[in-house]
């Protein structure tokens, strides 16, 4: 295990469509986050976990996303009811020590509604 | 609230030339300051980063950046640019608010090294 992982890489949905985006950090790392990133722009925070426990949600994290991290292992992150407005790149991102270490990100997920 | 800026959407250089990407920050309190590089379709890749000591912080790939107090910023350099340094590229500073530790991006910068 040398890095984090997403799967899928790539998802196209039609819309109205329910998602489910998963990320397995790196073992030892307690703290886990998810961003978005649309085109053009810099990656924005969506949520953070502490091992199992959701700490911080952003206001982008509308009713209709849901994350989860059991056991405080892998992480999912689920969106219902898909929109356009909701294709962009799903990045996952694991620390152990908050920030000093610096921050492993993953390949990310990207999501098309169409 | 902690924010970083990146005054450039595009740099271009030719190869064998040096590489300036800029940064600005504001933070309360003292910074920790990343950059990131991202090739496309492909998540992030760490850099380096200031968190103290020396003002000059060396990094991945011959990238090196100066922190500069006095004038909040945290420009990315490279000696010579290749080519496969042609990829966008993300300050960042963490936020010391609440309890998450988060990163705060800028907008990026899209570096385009011509042969």
């Known amino acids: 295990d040398t890095g984090v992982s997403q799967n899928p890489r790539h998802k196209i949905t039609k819309r109205g469509q329910n998602v489910t985006f998963r990320c397995d950090p790196i073992?030892?790392?307690?703290?886990l986050y998810w961003y978005r990133q649309t085109l053009g722009q810099g990656p924005e925070f969506l949520t953070y976990?502490?091992?199992?426990?959701?700490?911080?949600k952003s206001r982008l994290l509308s009713d209709r996303f849901s994350a989860e991290r059991p056991k405080g292992s892998f992480s999912t992150l689920e969106i219902q009811r898909t929109e356009q407005g909701d294709s962009a790149m799903y990045l996952c991102?694991?620390?152990?020590?908050?920030?000093?270490?610096?921050?492993?990100f993953g390949s990310g997920t990207r999501l098309t509604v169409v | 609230a902690q924010s970083v800026a990146q005054p450039e959407d595009q740099v271009k250089v030719a190869e064998g030339n040096p590489l300036t990407v800029k940064c600005t920050y504001s933070?309360?309190?003292?910074?920790?300051l990343f950059w990131y590089v991202q090739y496309p379709n492909r998540g992030l890749q760490f850099l380096l980063k200031?968190?103290?000591?020396?003002?000059l912080v060396k990094g991945s790939y011959g990238f090196e950046a100066e922190f500069n107090k006095s004038q909040t910023s945290f420009h990315l350099k490279k000696p010579s640019a290749l080519v496969s340094d042609s990829a966008l590229y993300f300050c960042?500073?963490?936020?010391?608010?609440?309890?998450?530790?988060?990163?705060?991006f800028g907008t990026g910068t899209l570096l385009a090294v011509q042969p």
């Open positions: 991102a694991s620390s152990l020590v908050p920030g000093e270490d610096g921050y492993t």
């Open positions: 073992s030892e790392h307690n703290r």
């Open positions: 976990f502490q091992n199992e426990a959701q700490l911080e």
């Open positions: 933070v309360s309190g003292n910074p920790y």
């Open positions: 200031y968190i103290t000591g020396d003002n």
């Open positions: 960042a500073v963490r936020d010391h608010g609440g309890a998450t530790n988060k990163l705060i």
